[in-house]
């Protein structure tokens, strides 16, 4: 037991000086026991040393919770010494001297062994009770979550069995304790210690706090104006109640209207309060059982003060219980606030930072506009200055070999007429040019665009390419209404339909026109061809600017202007487009554009 007892493992501990300090406050806590135990045998029942009232185990309890298992020994010491004293107290004989003492000792042996017993039942129970609040990982101060203070009502009555057991065991061995009064006997100890427990431990456990700021923070709050507006009410009402003051029939049998006025004081003033409305309820109550009076009154004493005792301990835990629950909503709401100011903060920053990455983004996009407004003015107004000097360069040459066509040596006149074809190539790039900065200036001309228009319009301007190269048009379903630019829409199949046919070198030609219809609000339009296709690693760079895959003289030759001014018409509608083909066997070009649509 003095391992146990010296084990040291406290969650809220002192740090105490010196070993003469921890004796002095083992002896302290020995007197303390000692004398609220010598009060509470006043009560016992029928001599058995078991009481309705022990408010010593609340005291040991509160002891080892407050500065660990060590003070175990004082419980002991005090335990043993009230018992002892008890046994001499009630003995027939005088016991005036030491003699008399050793004779009577002698007389009656069982006296220290079952005061012995008696004490170790009484430290036992504090110690494990310490001990399971340890194993079950709680604080010290159990009493501040609802599952935490069910723990402590639940280790507090299973640990009261432990030393009711040990006390009344003892006393029937030891001959003290008539057989047929046991089972009293023991309910009346196990009721008393636990009564006792769930008076005072939590209370003092509040109130002797290791720092003495916590301490006379708690002062403060019980000996508050509205704490002690709430003391009054509580002690005024258990006076109507258990006092004979009014001698009011009513008052006397109603104990319960109690109940109201103290869970009133646990959701106004806090749990402290209530603990301490529940000590002046209890004082009061015992003082008027005992004098007869109150409703448990009538019956034998220890009989009322057993159905007194229980009444208090479900006070007890329906206030505590209770407190703990507000205390844990008040955690929570803290909580929640807290979180909402918290997530509040977040939303406000992310706001802010949003706003700022927008306004940003914003002045991104206003930069590139212009910039992209600016390339397309310069391309459009380049394209316009530079056909002025190839014209004059053009009309020199033509005044040169016109003038001087017989006086140029042979080799040079050769050279001079290889020059008017660069001019006419250099003419067709810069009015490709034109057509391209053109798709960024004319205006985007928002409408209804019927495909099935566009697409035959575009083909009757090309019925010469169609009958000459004897190609079939393919279209299985009608093209549905789409909102976009008919005109732009009507350059992009013209430059897509003219591709297709220029690189194709089968002996049977066909392309064919469609869109998938299961798709909804988007539509998926296809140019396909089954012409020369595109090698795989091709199929991004024909939408460069003046890209050719070919020779200039292959296939009608061309600037590789087409599929940009494609790219860039599609771009423009929101849309996407992308390529698909097998070298050899044909092409086939996807594009959406972004709009609801109709069939």
Wanted: glycine share 8%; aromatic share 10%.
């Amino acid at each position: 037991m003095a391992a146990t007892l010296s084990k040291a493992t406290h969650a809220i501990p002192p740090t105490f000086g010196s070993l003469l300090a921890k004796c002095l406050c083992v002896f302290l806590i020995a007197c303390l026991y000692y004398l609220a135990a010598r009060l509470s045998l006043q009560l016992q029942f029928a001599n058995t040393q078991a009481s309705p009232v022990w408010p010593p185990s609340g005291i040991a309890l509160a002891a080892l919770m407050l500065w660990g298992y060590s003070m175990g020994y004082g419980v002991f010491l005090g335990a043993f010494c009230a018992n002892f004293i008890e046994f001499l107290l009630k003995s027939e004989q005088s016991i005036g001297t030491f003699g008399e003492l050793l004779q009577y000792l002698q007389q009656t042996p069982g006296v220290i062994s079952v005061s012995f017993w008696i004490a170790l039942g009484n430290t036992c129970e504090a110690i494990f009770a310490v001990y399971l609040f340890d194993r079950l990982k709680m604080t010290r101060t159990p009493f501040y979550t609802l599952a935490q203070m069910i723990h402590f009502f639940i280790i507090c009555i299973l640990v009261s069995i432990l030393a009711a057991s040990s006390g009344v065991l003892a006393l029937v061995l030891g001959g003290f304790l008539p057989l047929n009064l046991a089972s009293q006997a023991w309910f009346t100890w196990w009721l008393g210690d636990a009564t006792g427990i769930f008076v005072l431990t939590p209370l003092l456990v509040h109130l002797l706090k290791p720092h003495w700021f916590e301490s006379l923070k708690n002062i403060k709050k019980i000996l508050s104006i509205p704490a002690l507006l709430h003391y009054i009410l509580i002690v005024s009402l258990s006076l109507l109640t258990f006092g004979d003051y009014i001698n009011n029939e009513f008052f006397n049998s109603q104990a319960f209207l109690l109940l109201p006025v103290l869970i009133v004081t646990v959701m106004s003033q806090g749990l402290l309060q209530a603990n301490i409305g529940i000590l002046l309820v209890s004082a009061i109550a015992i003082q008027g059982t005992l004098m007869n009076v109150g409703p448990f009154s009538g019956r034998e004493q220890n009989e009322s003060l057993v159905l007194l005792q229980s009444f208090i301990g479900v006070i007890c835990m329906t206030i505590y219980l209770l407190g703990a629950m507000l205390r844990e909503r008040g955690e929570a709401l803290t909580a929640l606030n807290q979180y909402k100011e918290h997530l509040e903060q977040r939303v406000s920053e992310r706001t802010e930072e949003l706003s700022t990455l927008n306004n940003e983004l914003s002045n991104v996009n206003e930069n590139l506009r212009h910039s992209n407004q600016a390339l397309d003015d310069f391309a459009h107004i380049a394209s316009h200055d530079l056909k002025e000097p190839l014209r004059g360069i053009e009309n020199h040459l033509t005044f040169l070999k016109e003038d001087f066509a017989n006086e140029l040596p042979k080799g040079a006149y050769d050279r001079v007429q290889k020059i008017p074809p660069i001019i006419k190539h250099l003419e067709t790039l810069i009015d490709s040019l034109l057509r391209y900065s053109q798709v960024g200036c004319i205006g985007f001309n928002k409408s209804h665009a019927d495909l099935n228009a566009i697409v035959k319009s575009v083909v009757d301007s090309l019925d010469g390419c169609f009958e000459m190269d004897e190609i079939e048009l393919r279209q299985s379903q009608e093209l549905p209404i789409v909102i976009g630019d008919p005109v732009l829409i009507g350059e992009l199949f013209r430059n897509l339909i003219t591709n297709a046919i220029k690189y194709n070198d089968k002996a049977s030609k066909w392309i064919e026109i469609g869109y998938d219809s299961n798709k909804k609000n988007i539509g998926e339009f296809y140019v396909k061809d089954n012409g020369i296709g595109i090698r795989e690693q091709h199929l991004k760079k024909v939408f460069n600017l003046f890209k050719r895959l070919n020779g200039r003289e292959q296939y009608g030759g061309g600037t590789g202007v087409g599929m940009s001014i494609v790219k860039k018409i599609i771009s423009q509608h929101g849309g996407e487009i992308w390529i698909e083909s097998v070298f050899g066997q044909g092409t086939t070009v996807y594009f959406t554009l972004e709009a609801r649509y109709e069939c």
